[in-house]
């Protein structure tokens, strides 16, 4: 039997008992397009570990992104309307409370980057490859994309780009301050967004629902916090989670943030505090927790932890899912290695604050978004390095990896004061040039394993 | 027929020399006096001078390591020092002359005590002057201007005006000063009149023959940008109108022979400014006008000079779309009566040429006129393929024949 056929005959086992649960539901959107979009992934998790194991190893990194397109192509059958979005920090609140689905538009590792008539080469590599999946018809029916505005120079352009080369495409902008929170760049951003909310309503004739706000921030809310949960608990026990399994949901749930995402994650974090309290460590993993929410230094000590090999990765917007399947791709490695991402797509949008509840529903989502952890675009080089600086200095890190995406000059700005500081430190450090189509897939696998042999050594 | 024949030098380029000397003076004297700031070309200079406070522009001297064609070298420095050579190359000199200014043109800049950066031009500004600043431990303070789509919304200008207010906080803190009204009015009026000399010299180039060429304009530029708000500077730019208004009135082109007029789009390749256009000028070709060195026109005046500064500031040429800068090239090209175009995509400067290739068939489609598009960078000589670029330019050339 080859893997399609196991995965067909997994789903229909499951399809139309979820059909009939879902049906009987008040059809909010929410629950719309939960029985919509995670019929595959919903179910391939009802029986959870095995299930979630055996297919996602089964299928290639293609195909798992194939998969969650498949979703997003019978959601949009189903008349649902989804909006791409490519910046991390997007107030997906606000597109839930509109009935639109908020969709993060992945890189393609099969897009052959070949550079179209309208992008030098010097286009960073994400908006190439992004840019490519439009160009070449390699995308689901997206009713509309929001490019975000001052946050880098390729985004930017690539924006203006696009509305010019498809101009039968709606494109939003939403601008950011890059000052971090403070008053003025809360009214700035809060104005923005309130801004795109009319636009989403003069455009798809929606108008902002108050009760589908709320199921929105609640949703959204919960997967943040169970996910912090998860990333803490993984520096203590790294494979509980496995790095894959928990980016895959993170990024699942940005591709489409839904419902049923939650019960994967509840069952994540409560196999992990079982782990965490049959070891005695759930104090610890809460001092860590805390440490990582408020960006101060963690309460932790390497005696505390069992003996595993830990990585952090540094980044920008590198697809967390494609480093993970990197990784594991290696010969006698796994990415479980990875301990931590500080990686755009990861950690720095789930350790988002969680929105507050108040009248304003822009001024709420404008304090959370602006108080998560700083992104290389934004203003703060200090304040990431002085945190950079904590997390190392607790020396349960063996090496951090910096990944600098092509042509991305946020990312390659920050990488040399990352070096500086592990060097510092006394960590060492890999320097990981790449690219979403992992072209150079064989030289990077062969840095990654030369570090980790490396690493072994020296233990 | 040799170079000097085929190009007219322009007499005020010896007071330049003096200007840039004097202005590199004033910036030694400022940072031993623990009084020097660098700032960014775009960034709202009215205001430190305003408080009496040095400024120094890193891009400019970044065009000097272009033009003493040593940029590989002091980029390489930085890339030494682990900046990817993928990113701007004026970043790459100033991080590279910061490390090692001994090994620099000029002995690199003198030592900062803050940096101010305002990203209208680039986002990119804000990350080198990040990095300077861990070189230095001068503080950085960011004027944000986020870019504007189509026109500058009431919520946008109540920011930027904040910003504006606290950097004048950050500059009473850090110097020791305070901003008087008197003293912004008066270093504005000595802005708004070298500007309004500058642009009168730029119209000027509406008249055939042209009387300023390419690099003419991108040298006589250098005092706009950093010595805007000093006496001196209106003084340097009266002597130059009064030079080209001069040349309007004999006929005299900054070319002996005029034959065609193209736009020029993009910062020069600085390591060979004069060899690019005035071997072009032995051609006949002219460059009356370009979209860089006309992004200094905006005028800082009337009664609410922190809202002037803010619109001023906020609607400068690279802080706006893709089509902003089509309109503009269209305008240049029906104003200027030009023949066709010649983009420079500058790999450097992702906001300057990203989107090139469309506004090169907008600009076309709507003015009926050919362009080219040329690959290299201003300062990284490494990355400019010269006979790739002839090629380019001869097939464009042919077709005015
Ligand atoms: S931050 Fe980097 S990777 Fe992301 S769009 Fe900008 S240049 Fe590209
Ligand atoms: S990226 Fe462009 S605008 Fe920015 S500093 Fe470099 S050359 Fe100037």
């Not at chain 2, 775009?42 to 390591?65: K, L, N, R, S, T």
């Given at each position: 039997m080859n893997k399609f056929s196991l995965v067909a005959i997994v789903l229909l086992y499951y399809i139309p008992l979820d059909m009939f649960f879902y049906a009987t539901e008040t059809c909010n959107h929410v629950r719309?397009?939960?029985?919509?979009?995670?019929?595959?992934?919903?179910?391939?998790?009802?029986?959870?570990?095995?299930?979630?194991?055996?297919?996602?190893?089964?299928?290639?990194?293609?195909?798992?992104?194939?998969?969650?397109?498949?979703?997003?192509?019978?959601?949009?059958?189903?008349?649902?309307?989804?909006?791409?979005?490519?910046?991390?920090h997007t107030p997906i609140e606000l597109f839930l409370a509109h009935g639109l689905t908020p969709s993060l538009m992945r890189v393609d590792p099969q897009?052959?980057?070949?550079?179209?008539?309208?992008?030098?080469?010097?286009?960073?590599?994400?908006?190439?490859?992004?840019?490519?999946?439009?160009?070449?018809?390699?995308?689901?029916?997206?009713?509309?994309?929001?490019?975000?505005?001052?946050?880098?120079?390729?985004?930017?352009?690539?924006?203006?780009?696009?509305?010019?080369?498809?101009?039968?495409?709606?494109?939003?902008?939403?601008?950011?301050?890059?000052?971090?929170?403070s008053e003025s760049t809360v009214s700035f951003l809060a104005e923005e967004m309130r801004l795109l909310s009319k636009a989403l309503e003069r455009q798809y004739g929606k108008s902002f629902s108050q009760d589908e706000y709320s199921t929105a921030v609640s949703l959204v809310n919960s997967f943040r916090t169970g996910a912090q949960f998860l990333y803490a608990s993984r520096i203590v026990n790294p494979e509980t989670p496995s790095y894959r399994e928990l980016v895959g949901l993170v990024v699942d749930f940005m591709v489409a943030p839904v419902e049923g995402l939650l019960r994967d994650l509840d069952e994540m974090v409560s196999v992990a505090k079982s782990t965490n309290d049959a070891q005695g460590k759930a104090g610890l993993v809460e001092n860590v927790l805390q440490g990582l929410m408020?960006?101060?230094?963690?309460?932790?000590?390497?005696?505390e932890l069992p003996e595993h090999t830990r990585l952090l990765v540094l980044g920008g917007m590198v697809d967390p899912f494609n480093l993970a399947e990197l990784v594991d791709g290696i010969e006698n490695a796994t990415a479980n290695v990875i301990a931590l991402d500080m990686l755009s797509f990861s950690f720095k949008s789930i350790f988002t604050p969680t929105v507050e509840s108040s009248n304003n529903p822009y001024i709420s989502l404008a304090k959370a978004i602006l108080g998560a952890p700083l992104e290389p675009t934004q203003e703060g080089l200090q304040r990431r390095m002085a945190f950079l600086r904590q997390l190392l200095e607790t020396?349960?890190?063996?090496?951090?990896?910096?990944?600098?995406?092509?042509?991305?000059?946020?990312?390659?700005?920050?990488?040399?004061?990352?070096?500086?500081?592990?060097?510092?430190i006394g960590i060492p450090s890999l320097r990981l040039p790449i690219d979403p189509e992992l072209s150079d897939r064989g030289r990077l696998e062969g840095r990654i394993q030369t570090f980790l042999e490396t690493l072994e050594e020296d233990k | 027929m040799s170079e000097e024949k085929a190009y007219r030098r322009l007499e005020t380029s010896q007071l330049l020399q003096q200007i840039s000397f004097r202005h590199m003076l004033e910036a030694h004297a400022a940072s031993e006096?623990?009084?020097?700031?660098?700032?960014?070309?775009?960034?709202?200079?009215?205001?430190?001078?305003?408080?009496?406070?040095?400024?120094?522009?890193?891009?400019?001297?970044?065009?000097?390591?272009?033009?003493?064609?040593?940029?590989?070298?002091?980029?390489?420095?930085?890339?030494?020092?682990?900046?990817?050579?993928?990113?701007?190359?004026?970043?790459?000199?100033?991080?590279?002359?910061?490390i090692k200014p001994d090994q620099s043109p000029l002995g690199g800049l003198p030592r900062p005590q803050a940096l101010l950066a305002c990203n209208n031009i680039c986002g990119t500004v804000l990350r080198w002057y990040d990095a300077v600043s861990e070189l230095t431990g001068a503080p950085v303070y960011l004027f944000d201007t986020p870019p504007i789509d189509d026109e500058q919304l009431p919520h946008h200008v109540a920011y930027v005006r904040q910003g504006l207010h606290k950097l004048v906080d950050f500059l009473a803190k850090k110097f020791d000063t305070t901003m008087e009204k008197e003293n912004l009015r008066k270093v504005s009026q000595y802005s708004s009149d070298a500007i309004r000399l500058w642009i009168d010299s730029l119209e000027a180039c509406k008249n055939k023959p042209s009387p300023l060429n390419c690099a003419d304009r991108f040298l006589t530029m250098a005092p706009v940008v950093s010595s805007r708000g000093k006496d001196y500077c209106v003084e340097f730019y009266q002597a130059l109108n009064d030079e080209v208004r001069g040349r309007v009135k004999d006929g005299i082109g900054a070319i002996r022979d005029e034959r065609v007029r193209l736009l020029w789009d993009n910062i020069p390749p600085w390591f060979q400014i004069f060899r690019f256009f005035n071997g072009l000028a032995k051609k006949g070709v002219v460059f009356p006008a370009d979209t860089y060195t006309h992004a200094w026109s905006g005028k800082v005046s009337g009664d609410d000079l922190y809202g002037s500064i803010t619109e001023v500031y906020s609607n400068v040429y690279l802080n706006k779309g893709l089509e902003a800068k089509a309109d503009k090239m269209v305008q240049l090209i029906k104003d200027y009566a030009l023949d066709g175009f010649i983009m420079?995509?500058?790999?450097?400067?992702?906001?300057?040429?990203?989107?090139?290739?469309?506004?090169?068939?907008?600009?076309?489609?709507?003015?009926?006129?050919?362009?080219?598009?040329?690959?290299?960078?201003?300062?990284?000589?490494?990355?400019?393929?010269?006979?790739?670029?002839?090629?380019?330019v001869e097939a464009l050339l042919e077709m005015f024949v």
């Open positions: 719309f397009w939960t029985w919509n979009i995670n019929i595959i992934r919903d179910k391939m998790y009802k029986t959870k570990g095995n299930a979630l194991h055996k297919v996602d190893s089964l299928l290639s990194d293609g195909e798992v992104i194939d998969s969650s397109t498949e979703r997003l192509r019978n959601l949009s059958k189903q008349g649902g309307t989804i909006i791409g979005y490519l910046y991390p897009m052959s980057a070949g550079f179209e008539d309208s992008l030098q080469t010097f286009a960073c590599a994400f908006t190439r490859n992004v840019y490519s999946q439009r160009a070449h018809g390699g995308f689901i029916d997206y009713s509309g994309f929001l490019f975000p505005g001052n946050t880098c120079d390729a985004l930017q352009n690539v924006g203006d780009v696009w509305r010019q080369r498809f101009s039968e495409d709606t494109v939003l902008r939403l601008t950011y301050p890059v000052s971090p929170r408020a960006g101060t230094p963690l309460q932790i000590h390497i005696e020396h349960i890190f063996d090496g951090i990896v910096v990944c600098e995406q092509s042509f991305c000059d946020p990312d390659e700005f920050e990488a040399p004061s990352m070096y500086r500081i592990a060097d510092e | 006096d623990g009084n020097l700031t660098w700032i960014t070309s775009g960034f709202p200079v009215e205001i430190p001078i305003a408080m009496g406070i040095g400024v120094v522009y890193p891009e400019q001297y970044a065009a000097i390591v272009g033009a003493q064609k040593v940029g590989p070298d002091i980029c390489g420095l930085a890339e030494e020092y682990g900046y990817s050579n993928e990113l701007c190359s004026y970043a790459r000199a100033s991080i590279g002359a910061t420079f995509s500058v790999r450097s400067c992702k906001r300057y040429s990203l989107g090139q290739m469309v506004t090169r068939e907008l600009v076309t489609e709507r003015t009926g006129v050919p362009g080219t598009i040329i690959e290299g960078d201003m300062v990284d000589s490494r990355l400019f393929n010269d006979a790739q670029i002839q090629t380019r």
